[in-house]
C-alpha cells in the first residue's frame, strides 16, 4: 500500500468476511490506502482501523469527505438495508452494494417471492401472510414438513423448517405475537424443498452479472451437521454440486432474470448477489437472497481469487461488468470457525489466543479474525465466531488437512470448532467412480 496515485478505500464491517475483503483489497496495486471501521485485531494488520459507528451514516460520509475517500466498501447487511449505500452516492462518494430499494432482495423475503413468481424464476412455492389465521389455514392446507419464514431481516433466526404441522402453527404464533419484533410482521410459508444446498455468488453491475464462485456452508453448531443453527461453523469452495452447467443454469434461470426485474422496477442491482440455492432433481431453485457477501464463504472466496478483487468491485459499481474477466485458481478452499464455549448461546469474551503465528506457517494456510480484539501485545476473543482457519488446496482433504494442522497449533482453551468441516465434498472426493 505505497504510491500517491492509488486509491483510497474504507471499508464497513468487522467480522471474519471484512478481514478476507482487506487481505484481498490491500493486495491490490490499486489501494494506496485502507481504513475499516470498526474492524477487528486481524483487519489491523492489513488496514487503519477507524472507531466508527457505521450505523450514523453521516459520520461515515464525514470521515471520507475528511480522508478523500474515493470508494467505500460495505460488508454486512444491515447498513446496506439502512441505505448507506445511496446517503454515501448522493454524497458522492462511489460506494459497492446494492441501494436500499435494491437491498430488499435480501431485507424481504416477500419481494424476493413476488419476483420469482412474476418472472418464473425457480423457488419453493409459497404465500404470503399478514395474519395468523389465514397463514395456518395454508399450513393445514398443505401439509408438513413446510417451511415458516418472517419477511424481514432476523438475525438468521427468522426462518423455521417445520416437520410437523404443530411446529409450524406454534412459529406462525411466535411471528405474529411479535417473537422476532417488525421483521415477523409479515410471514412467507413455502413449500418444503429437498436436494443438497449450495452457495452461489454473482457480482452484478445492473445490467450485467458475472459468475465469482460456488460454496458451501456448515450451519449447525456441532459434527455431523447436529445442534442448533449458527452464523456458519465452516465452508469450502467451490461446491461440488455446482458443475460447469448448474452455474450456467443458475445464471440463466436465476441471476439474470432477477437483474432484468430490478432494472425494469427501477431499482437495478449493483454489488454481490449471494444466492442460497437448493440443487433439487428439478434443477437449481433459489431458496433466497443476500445482498452482500457470505461470511465465512467470502474467507474462502477470497483465498481461491486469482484477479485483483479492487477493479472487479469498482467495475460492478460503474456499470462496467460486461466482458469483465474474473480468474479463480483451481485449487479447492476451506475455512474452520473457531468459536467461544457457549456459541451460539451465551459465551464468555477475553479469553487469551496463542499460537496464530506458528497456525499461519503451515503450507497454504491464511487465518481470518472475526471477532478479535488486541489489548497489550495479546489476541482477546471478542465475539462468538472468533477466528477462521483458512487453507487452500489441490483437493477438499488437502485443504482441510491443511486448516486441521494450523487449528491445532492454537491454543485457545476458550474456543471450539468442529472437526469434520468438508465431509460432504471429502466423501465425494474419495468415493468410487
Ligand atoms: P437462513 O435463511 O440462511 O437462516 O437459512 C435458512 C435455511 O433453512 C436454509 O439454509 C435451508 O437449510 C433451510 N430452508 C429454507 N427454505 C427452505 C425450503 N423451502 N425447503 C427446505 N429448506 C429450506
Ligand atoms: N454464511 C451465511 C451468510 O453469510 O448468510
New binding site residues.
Given amino acids: 500500500m505505497t504510491g500517491t496515485n492509488g486509491m483510497k478505500i474504507l471499508l464497513l464491517g468487522s467480522g471474519g468476511r471484512e478481514h478476507a475483503l482487506a487481505w484481498k483489497i490491500a493486495a491490490s496495486p490499486l489501494a494506496d490506502k485502507l481504513w475499516c471501521a470498526p474492524g477487528n485485531a486481524g483487519i489491523a494488520q492489513d488496514a487503519e482501523l477507524v472507531p466508527l459507528d457505521i450505523s450514523d451514516h453521516a459520520a461515515v460520509i464525514a470521515f471520507c469527505k475528511a480522508n478523500a475517500v474515493d470508494f467505500v466498501v460495505v460488508g454486512p447487511e444491515a447498513p446496506l438495508v439502512a441505505g448507506i449505500v445511496d446517503d454515501l452516492e448522493t454524497a458522492g462518494i462511489k460506494a459497492f452494494g446494492p441501494t436500499k430499494a435494491a437491498a430488499r432482495l435480501e431485507g424481504s423475503k416477500g419481494f424476493t417471492k413476488d419476483i420469482c413468481r412474476a418472472h418464473n424464476i425457480p423457488t419453493?412455492a409459497y404465500e404470503r401472510f399478514t395474519a395468523a389465521a389465514p397463514a395456518k389455514d395454508y399450513v393445514r392446507g398443505h401439509g408438513a414438513p413446510i417451511?415458516v419464514?418472517a419477511d424481514g431481516l432476523a438475525a438468521?433466526k427468522?426462518?423455521v423448517?417445520a416437520m410437523t404441522i404443530d411446529e409450524a402453527l406454534a412459529a406462525i404464533d411466535m411471528m405474529f405475537d411479535g417473537g422476532l419484533g417488525d421483521a415477523g410482521a409479515q410471514v412467507v410459508i413455502?413449500?418444503?424443498?429437498?436436494g443438497e444446498?449450495a452457495s452461489f455468488f454473482a457480482l452484478c453491475d445492473g445490467e450485467n452479472a458475472i459468475a465469482l464462485a460456488s460454496a458451501q456452508d456448515h450451519?449447525r453448531a456441532y459434527d455431523g451437521d447436529t445442534g442448533p443453527?449458527t452464523g456458519g461453523m465452516g465452508a469450502y469452495s467451490p461446491a461440488p454440486v455446482m458443475t460447469p452447467d448448474m452455474t450456467a443454469r443458475v445464471m440463466k434461470e436465476i441471476v439474470a432474470p432477477t437483474l432484468g426485474a430490478m432494472r425494469a422496477m427501477g431499482c437495478p442491482y449493483k454489488g454481490v448477489l449471494f444466492a442460497?440455492l437448493?440443487i433439487t432433481t428439478d434443477g437449481p431453485k433459489l431458496?433466497?437472497y443476500n445482498t452482500r457477501f457470505g461470511d465465512p464463504e467470502t474467507q474462502v472466496l477470497m483465498l481461491r481469487l486469482m484477479s485483483d478483487v479492487l477493479p472487479a468491485l469498482l467495475a460492478a459499481r460503474d456499470g462496467m461488468l460486461k466482458n469483465f474477466d474474473l480468474r479463480c485458481y483451481p485449487d479447492a478452499a476451506l475455512t474452520v470457525v473457531m468459536a467461544a464455549k457457549g456459541y451460539p448461546g451465551a459465551y464468555e469474551k477475553g479469553s487469551v489466543i496463542s499460537g496464530l503465528e506458528a497456525a499461519a506457517q503451515v503450507e497454504g494456510v491464511e487465518i481470518f479474525h472475526a471477532g478479535t480484539k488486541a489489548v497489550g501485545g495479546k489476541i482477546l476473543a471478542n465475539g462468538g465466531r472468533v477466528l477462521n482457519v483458512c487453507a487452500r488446496g489441490r483437493s477438499v482433504a488437502e485443504a482441510r488437512k491443511r486448516a486441521y494442522e494450523a487449528v491445532d497449533r492454537i491454543d485457545w482453551p476458550g474456543g471450539f470448532c468442529r472437526r469434520d468441516i468438508g465431509w460432504r465434498a471429502i466423501e465425494r472426493e474419495t468415493a468410487p467412480e
Fill in positions: 419453493a417451511v419464514k438468521g427468522g426462518v423448517v413455502e413449500e418444503f424443498l429437498e444446498e450451519k443453527n442460497g437448493m431458496i433466497e
